[in-house]
């Protein structure tokens, strides 16, 4: 998985969760499971200030892949497939 839309939108972690619904569980994602990716998104910051775009960008990758794994090993996802 390259994550390149996921990372398009991993600033925001609404819609980072969004686009995990879309795509993985069918628009079934429960409002449980979305609080908490988007609070574990949320916790992974992204820097600022003097901060690198390889930084940034590493930062934002991160939250996509933290929100595809989450998603993934959840049981929604288990259940559903």
């Known amino acids: 998985m390259a994550y390149t839309a996921e990372t398009g939108v991993a600033g925001d972690a609404n819609a980072l969760a969004d686009r995990m619904n879309l795509l993985l569980l069918n628009g079934q994602m429960s409002t449980a499971l979305r609080t908490r990716i988007v609070d574990a998104v949320n916790a992974v910051a992204i820097p600022g200030g003097t901060a690198t775009q390889a930084q940034i960008s590493a930062a934002l990758l991160n939250r996509a892949k933290l929100a595809s794994f989450m998603t993934l090993a959840s ?7």
Do not use: G, I, S, T
């Open 75 to 81: 049981a929604e996802y288990l259940a559903q497939r």
